[in-house]
T-cell receptor, first 117, second 118 residues
């Protein structure tokens, strides 16, 4: 069964460093998403991406964040200068299409746990 | 205002019993989708079940079913015949109607931690 994959599973970095989180969405999917979950809290939307551009972004997704689809398979989230509060689980997700009324499940990857020291 | 509200931070259920996890939502859209995800201690997000705003029947998927009450804006998850492996965090989420290619983000509730007792 096709699945979303993410690498690395765990990333430890020093405050102020740049990190790149990588995702490989399901191959025939068109919409890509990043979410984050701070430990013990709810899952929060960061950004959605379609047709090689950002569709929507949240208030969390400030200038320190960027996304890219550098080739036909990878989807990356870059944090330019990490802060302590960026420590969280970051989930990538993909779907065939964007939203209702047609049912389109978002398939989540296993997540990357980012720890900023 | 909270878009998705899960009022039960934690729930206990005896193995083989049924349990209901509550979720209410707030939207002015006519077209929206409601999702439930399970997050075990390992951290992954596992899709369980979906209900569309125009669906007239309550969704069912194996031991999972939804009690969808549109007028009350609630979509409670019912897990029948609980198993020890059902112990996990459960998140309710909503995707509001989108125009064009907006991308259909999911808005999550705070989650309910379910513990199944042997």
């Amino acid at each position: 069964e096709p699945e979303v994959t993410q690498t690395p599973s765990h990333q430890v970095t020093q405050m102020g460093q740049e990190v790149i989180l990588r995702c490989v969405p399901i191959s025939n999917h068109l919409y890509f998403y990043w979410y984050r979950q701070i430990l013990g809290q709810k899952v929060e939307f960061l950004v959605s991406f379609y047709n090689n551009e950002i569709s929507e972004k949240s208030e969390i997704f400030d200038d320190q964040f960027s996304v890219e689809r550098p080739d036909g398979s990878n989807f990356t989230l870059k944090i330019r200068s990490t802060k302590l509060e960026d420590s969280a689980m970051y989930f990538c997700a993909s779907s065939e299409a964007g939203g209702p009324p047609t049912y389109n499940e978002q398939f989540f990857g296993p997540g990357t746990r980012l720890t900023v020291l | 205002a909270q878009k998705i509200t899960q009022t039960q931070p934690g729930m206990f259920v005896q193995e083989k019993e049924a349990v209901t996890l509550d979720c209410t939502y707030d939207t002015s859209d006519q077209s929206y989708g409601l999702f439930w995800y399970k997050q075990p201690s390992s951290g992954e997000m596992i899709f369980l079940i979906y209900q569309g705003s125009y669906d007239e029947q309550n969704a069912t998927e194996g031991r999972y079913s939804l009690n969808f009450q549109k007028a009350r804006k609630s979509t409670n998850l019912v897990i029948s015949a609980s198993q020890l492996g059902d112990s996990a965090m459960y998140f309710c989420a909503m995707r509001e109607g989108t125009g064009g290619n907006q991308g259909g983000k999911l808005i999550f509730g705070q989650g309910t931690e379910l513990s199944v007792k042997p």
